[in-house]
């Protein structure tokens, strides 16, 4: 228990200490070091070189802890993340055309990657040949296309733009994204030998997402904060016997419960920052580990971010090309924060033995390399456009 317990103070404290003393802030977010420094230490990198000292800090009971951990900071940030996704909210803001700009930024570049995938990565080093291959094509198009939410609205009061109209209509798009994101990860891991008891669940959610908000209002203001966590666990279990992913389970929990009734966990998103998700993205780096030359694994992350870039932008342009190229490009640039979201795809994918352990750090790679690199682009934008209010 003491080894554990330094472990993870040392997680939290070493990595923002170095980006602190090197003021790294406004070059890459903390939580993309975290997961940098987990691929440092990882098997594949300075554990290979040292395999005795990683085993003597790594033992099992020590993962077994950091694994408990981990599984604790996604159930939160999904079940925070389904709290925030509220799509019915956006459409009566936004109204009916939000459909057509969701199409464009976030369809057409998921459509686009995906067929770039199935042109690029065939190699059965990046995938498994035993499953279908439409699971891998769309699934990868989802990840390298996605936007994290949360990353985007750091990114967002990075740039001062948070709170203007801009930042709304960013967050709108995103809403979508996120929405798609979800919606592939139930039907990708739903198809298969537990297809019966997906459906039993998916099913318990549409009644939910109608009884719950209910329920509450009944039960009264002081049972909120015991009945939402019990539901959020329950789900998270149901769903993982059900063949899902725990974290769909925490997900829907948040999509049913009203945001009005969740008052009570204000706060929590920043809490788990510096409490749980330290642990998270560093364990996260720390289990990447690849079966073949690094320098091919940073060729196909750089593939993977090139990818993501020129796709977005098409997708951008068609549905912004009006505001002109500037508008264009800085949104594209914003809006490759990729964050926890495409982490927590290819995690569920690599679970579910879509993808392969090289394509998995691949993944990794690249969303640090684009979390990093999308503020820094979009101030370059930023300064040939008119003040944004």
Same mark, same amino acid.
């Given at each position: 228990?003491?080894?554990?317990?330094?472990?993870?103070?040392?997680?939290?404290?070493?990595?923002?200490?170095?980006?602190?003393?090197? +003021?790294?802030?406004?070059?890459?977010?903390?939580?993309?070091?975290? %997961?940098?420094? &987990?691929?440092?230490?990882?098997?594949?990198?300075?554990?290979?070189?040292?395999?005795?000292?990683?085993?003597?800090?790594?033992?099992?009971?020590?993962?077994?802890?950091?694994?408990?951990?981990?599984?604790?900071?996604?159930? %939160?940030?999904?079940?925070?993340?389904?709290?925030?996704?509220?799509?019915?909210?956006?459409?009566?803001?936004?109204?009916?055309?939000?459909?057509?700009?969701?199409?464009?930024?976030?369809?057409?570049?998921?459509?686009?990657?995906?067929?770039?995938?199935?042109?690029?990565?065939?190699?059965?080093?990046?995938?498994?040949?035993?499953?279908?291959?439409?699971?891998?094509?769309?699934?990868?198009?989802?990840?390298?296309?996605?936007?994290?939410?949360?990353?985007?609205?750091?990114?967002?009061?990075?740039?001062?733009?948070?709170?203007?109209?801009?930042?709304?209509?960013?967050?709108?798009?995103?809403?979508?994204?996120?929405?798609?994101?979800?919606?592939?990860?139930?039907?990708?891991?739903?198809?298969?030998?537990?297809?019966?008891?997906?459906?039993?669940?998916?099913?318990?959610?549409?009644?939910?997402?109608?009884?719950?908000?209910?329920?509450?209002?009944?039960?009264?203001?002081?049972?909120?904060?015991?009945?939402?966590?019990?539901?959020?666990?329950?789900?998270?279990?149901?769903?993982?016997?059900?063949?899902?992913?725990?974290?769909?389970?925490?997900?829907?929990?948040?999509?049913?419960?009203?945001?009005?009734?969740?008052?009570?966990?204000?706060?929590?998103?920043?809490?788990?920052?510096?409490?749980?998700?330290?642990?998270?993205? %560093?364990?996260?780096?720390?289990?990447?580990?690849?079966?073949?030359?690094?320098?091919?694994?940073?060729?196909?992350?750089?593939?993977?971010?090139?990818?993501?870039?020129?796709?977005?932008?098409?997708?951008?342009?068609?549905?912004? +090309?009006?505001? &002109?190229?500037?508008?264009?490009?800085?949104?594209?640039?914003?809006?490759?924060?990729?964050?926890?979201?495409?982490?927590?795809?290819?995690?569920?994918?690599?679970?579910?033995?879509?993808?392969?352990?090289?394509?998995?750090?691949?993944?990794?790679?690249?969303?640090?390399?684009?979390?990093?690199?999308?503020?820094?682009?979009?101030?370059?934008?930023?300064?040939?456009?008119?003040?944004?209010?």
């Amino acid at each position: 228990m003491v080894t554990t317990l330094l472990i993870i103070s040392a997680m939290v404290l070493i990595p923002w200490l170095i980006v602190k003393s090197l +003021r790294l802030e406004s070059w890459i977010p903390l939580p993309m070091f975290q %997961i940098l420094t &987990g691929l440092i230490l990882g098997p594949s990198a300075l554990g290979a070189l040292y395999p005795e000292i990683f085993a003597d800090i790594f033992t099992q009971p020590v993962r077994a802890s950091l694994d408990t951990i981990q599984t604790l900071a996604i159930v %939160i940030f999904a079940f925070i993340a389904g709290l925030e996704l509220k799509p019915a909210e956006v459409i009566a803001r936004e109204g009916n055309t939000i459909w057509l700009k969701a199409l464009q930024v976030v369809l057409v570049p998921i459509l686009m990657a995906a067929g770039l995938f199935a042109v690029f990565f065939q190699d059965p080093i990046w995938h498994n040949l035993d499953q279908n291959p439409w699971k891998f094509i769309w699934a990868m198009g989802v990840a390298t296309c996605i936007t994290a939410l949360p990353m985007l609205v750091v990114a967002c009061r990075s740039l001062g733009i948070y709170g203007t109209d801009l930042y709304h209509r960013l967050l709108m798009l995103v809403t979508f994204d996120d929405l798609i994101l979800w919606t592939t990860v139930a039907l990708i891991v739903a198809f298969g030998q537990t297809l019966l008891l997906s459906t039993v669940f998916l099913a318990t959610t549409a009644v939910l997402y109608w009884l719950w908000p209910r329920l509450l209002a009944r039960c009264g203001e002081n049972c909120w904060p015991s009945l939402t966590v019990a539901l959020v666990l329950a789900m998270a279990a149901f769903s993982h016997w059900a063949g899902l992913h725990y974290l769909l389970g925490a997900f829907f929990a948040g999509m049913v419960t009203p945001r009005h009734t969740a008052e009570w966990n204000q706060g929590m998103q920043q809490q788990q920052m510096f409490w749980l998700m330290p642990v998270f993205f %560093i364990w996260t780096g720390l289990k990447a580990q690849w079966s073949m030359e690094f320098t091919g694994i940073l060729s196909a992350a750089v593939i993977m971010y090139m990818i993501a870039v020129s796709t977005k932008f098409v997708g951008v342009w068609l549905a912004y +090309r009006t505001e &002109g190229i500037n508008m264009v490009l800085f949104k594209t640039a914003v809006l490759q924060n990729k964050g926890l979201m495409e982490i927590f795809l290819a995690t569920v994918l690599l679970k579910a033995e879509i993808i392969s352990i090289n394509m998995f750090s691949a993944v990794v790679i690249m969303s640090v390399i684009s979390t990093a690199s999308a503020v820094p682009l979009a101030r370059l934008f930023q300064n040939k456009l008119p003040k944004i209010t």
